[in-house]
């Protein structure tokens, strides 16, 4: 259950002076340090709290790192593969766990205390299982999950529980087709991409009292992936044009689009910039591939000012270096990078 699209921790490198900001580089206690493993930072509440999971033995373990630096590292049940992908503001965490005997993901939320509830999506069965990746201060959660053709459908799952499944405007039902949920903000606004019956794939957004609209950034034959929305209905994400180049957009609650590039992305198939995570501020985060495919993240000000986010020891070689995956209105951010191990390691970092 590996997914790229975590007591007391060790911190490797702790107050790099970066442009504007202090960068400290940790790791998972336990976390296995050998090619392609070690520590998946994925998301962080308002109060800084981060979230993710690290390999261990060949399995996968949920944590949550305080602003603090200590960690609570848990598994959603016993023998299961967890990932914590989502935390609110009470530390209720979400995400999806696998049976080590069984290889299909199902959902879970567990609340600050370490309980733990388990769930799947209406008519699940199978290919992908249940994925959730996203929960809000009241508790809702959203996510995608495949039925019996393999297809995908979204949904939006209450804190009694209660389950509403829906399918996003152009996507297919067929094999590997369908709805596939990226964020959600407070209000519970939903979005993500679809994918049709040819496999383009289509950008959409749910509104809270379940009406949907879907559009694409760049015109209807080139991919959109939107990637987060906040609480003021802008969605960022990116793009890919006839080149296979990828490029940053914003898509403002009125549908206007703004389009960005970072500076020194490159050019080339597979290249580009990949707006990933905004605040309520329109400050834009993400992350873009050079020239020689390294990776190297950044921070866009609502402005358009590009500031260049790379941890110190991360690696500068094809497919290595540094993601930013969120930004807090205080102009916190987190993410990982892939050192010149090819490890995986966590990094916060304070404007």
């Not at 962080?44 to 373990?61: E, L, P, S, T, W």
């Not at 023998?79 to 503001?89: L, V």
């Not at 733990?116 to 209406?122: A, K």
């Not at 679809?194 to 950008?203: K, L, S, T, V, Y």
Request: glycine share 14%; proline share 3%; with cysteine.
């Amino acid at each position: 259950m590996r997914r790229f699209v975590i007591s007391l921790g060790l911190c490797l490198f702790a107050g790099a002076a970066g442009a504007r900001g202090v960068l400290t580089e940790f790791d998972a206690p336990g976390a296995t340090d050998g090619h392609f493993g070690g520590t998946f930072a994925i998301s962080m509440n308002a109060q800084g709290d981060v979230v993710g999971y690290f390999a261990q033995r060949r399995r996968d373990i949920a944590f949550i790192r305080a602003p603090d630096g200590s960690f609570t590292t848990y598994k959603a049940a016993h023998r299961a593969q967890s990932t914590a992908f989502a935390i609110n503001g009470a530390g209720t965490t979400t995400g999806p766990f696998a049976y080590d005997t069984e290889g299909i993901d199902h959902g879970f939320v567990r609340t600050a205390d370490g309980t733990v509830v388990t769930f799947d999506g209406p008519n699940e069965a199978g290919g992908y299982g249940t994925i959730p990746v996203q929960i809000n201060d009241s508790g809702t959660i959203a996510g995608y999950y495949s039925d019996q053709q393999d297809a995908l459908h979204g949904f939006v799952r209450a804190a009694d529980g209660a389950m509403t499944a829906f399918d996003a405007p152009g996507s297919s039902l067929s094999n590997n087709t369908g709805t596939f949920v990226t964020n959600m903000n407070a209000r519970g606004a939903v979005t993500g991409y679809a994918i049709d019956e040819d496999f383009a794939q289509h950008g959409y957004v749910r509104h809270p009292d379940g009406n949907a609209e879907g559009f694409d950034a760049a015109g209807a034959n080139q991919d959109t992936t939107p990637s987060a929305i906040n609480d003021k209905g802008v969605i960022c994400g990116w793009y890919s044009d006839g080149n296979m180049v990828s490029h940053g957009f914003l898509r403002a609650a009125d549908g206007a689009l703004t389009f960005f590039d970072a500076p020194r992305a490159g050019t080339l198939p597979d290249q580009g910039t990949f707006g990933y995570a905004l605040n309520d501020k329109g400050v834009v985060v993400g992350y873009y591939v050079d020239a020689n495919y390294a990776y190297h993240g950044f921070l866009r000000s609502r402005e358009g000012r590009f500031t260049t986010i790379d941890a110190p020891d991360g690696g500068t070689a094809q497919t290595q270096g540094t993601f930013v995956e969120a930004v807090n209105d205080d102009g916190s951010t987190m993410g990982f990078y892939i050192d010149a191990r090819n490890v995986f390691h966590g990094f916060v970092r304070t404007p």
